[in-house]
């Protein structure tokens, strides 16, 4: 099961199961309880029904990094459950992965926290890293075509252009090979994407993201310090079946622990979902009886894997039509 992060969102995301299962209602409903408290307790924060905000937006309010990420967990977990109430068995998953803000919904499906718990989580991750964004200024850039040392390459003589600033530019995103996602200071990440810049020097294409702030860099420091404060208190268990961390490229291991301090780490480290794939293709692809899905919203994840892996067929489930032309999961 692949799980998408931000920039999934779209509006209108998740109505369709709404819609179609009662299992998915319950969870939206269940997902407004939970957020008109959280929310309620957080200045600035929207004033309707994240149901609401998901189906009919508006998208400046479904955009903000701390709606976005509770939208895209609730959506998952609802199009979940409405495989579950399909027939799909939690048995029958023998590995998660999340790009990002995705981890958290891999490790509930896991089994690993229960959905209240993620969600409160992934609430306070979207509302500290807009905290953190705002208190700095930051960007991030793709860059097309380039290799691991090709981006490391652009961020060192970016910054070795103005010694001593104090900026801050690194890669932040391994999406797929030829894709690459770096982030820092927006003067660092300026230089870098223009004309005369280091990626144009290389031969790259370097392209601005339109993004709230520097994630999954040093700037995301003091967010990380929050999250870290409440994944202390949340009770993790085992996963029954493989989780990908993002920070490592591997499987999360089965001490709690070690799942709080990996997650606490995602908000500064580099997304390593390219290794994700690759690991998981490593593990399971080919065997028979093994397929690849992703859960709503949007089909990103299966697009990426065709750059990954080209042997890997990704099944989507943006909408309940999927279920209908791909046979039940785990068959």
Same mark, same amino acid.
């Given at each position: 099961?692949?799980?998408?992060?931000?920039?999934?969102?779209?509006?209108?995301?998740?109505?369709?199961? &709404?819609?179609?299962?009662?299992?998915?209602?319950?969870?939206?409903?269940?997902?407004?309880?939970?957020?008109?408290?959280?929310?309620?307790?957080?200045?600035?924060?929207?004033?309707?029904?994240?149901s609401e905000i998901c189906f009919a937006g508006p998208a400046e309010v479904l955009n903000r990094t701390d709606v976005s990420q509770p939208a895209i967990y609730v959506t998952g977990v609802a199009c979940w459950r409405a495989l579950q109430e399909a027939g799909v068995k939690a048995e029958s998953v023998v590995a998660t992965a999340g790009l990002s803000l995705g981890e958290y919904t891999a490790l509930h499906i896991a089994g690993a926290f229960s959905f209240e718990d993620g969600l409160e989580l992934v609430a306070l991750r979207g509302r500290a890293m807009q905290d953190a964004a705002e208190a700095s200024?930051?960007?991030?850039?793709?860059?097309?075509?380039?290799?691991?040392?090709q981006a490391k390459a652009v961020c060192e003589q970016t910054l070795a252009e103005k010694p001593g600033s104090g900026e801050v530019l690194v890669c932040a995103n391994f999406n797929a090979p030829g894709q690459i996602v770096i982030s820092g200071s927006k003067s660092a990440c300026?230089?870098?994407?223009?004309?005369?810049?280091?990626?144009?020097?290389?031969?790259?294409? #370097?392209?601005?993201?339109?993004? #709230?702030?520097?994630? &999954?860099?040093?700037?995301?420091?003091?967010?990380?310090?929050?999250?870290?404060?409440?994944?202390?208190?949340?009770?993790?268990?085992?996963?029954?079946?493989?989780?990908?961390?993002?920070?490592?490229?591997?499987? &999360?291991?089965?001490?709690?622990?070690?799942?709080?301090?990996?997650?606490?780490?995602?908000?500064?480290?580099?997304?390593?979902?390219?290794?994700?794939? #690759?690991?998981?293709?490593?593990?399971h692809g080919g065997k028979p009886g093994v397929e690849f899905h992703e859960l709503a919203p949007g089909r990103t994840l299966a697009g990426l894997y065709r750059r990954i892996d080209k042997?890997?067929?990704?099944?989507? &489930?943006?909408?309940?039509?999927?279920?209908?032309?791909?046979?039940?999961?785990g068959a």
């Open positions: 099961m692949l799980l998408p992060g931000q920039g999934a969102q779209a509006v209108g995301m998740g109505k369709a199961w &709404h819609d179609a299962s009662a299992a998915a209602r319950a969870v939206f409903a269940r997902a407004d309880e939970v957020l008109a408290r959280v929310w309620g307790g957080m200045s600035g924060s929207p004033s309707g029904k994240l200024v930051g960007g991030m850039v793709a860059l097309i075509g380039a290799d691991e040392a300026d230089r870098a994407a223009g004309a005369e810049g280091a990626a144009a020097k290389m031969g790259l294409r #370097a392209t601005a993201l339109v993004v #709230a702030g520097a994630f &999954h860099s040093p700037l995301m420091a003091p967010a990380a310090e929050r999250l870290g404060a409440a994944l202390s208190k949340t009770a993790i268990g085992v996963p029954r079946c493989a989780v990908m961390s993002n920070v490592t490229g591997l499987p &999360h291991g089965a001490d709690a622990d070690g799942i709080r301090a990996l997650l606490k780490a995602q908000l500064t480290s580099p997304v390593r979902w390219s290794e994700n794939c #690759a690991a998981l293709v490593k593990m042997g890997t067929k990704v099944v989507t &489930h943006d909408e309940p039509e999927a279920l209908a032309t791909s046979g039940p999961v």
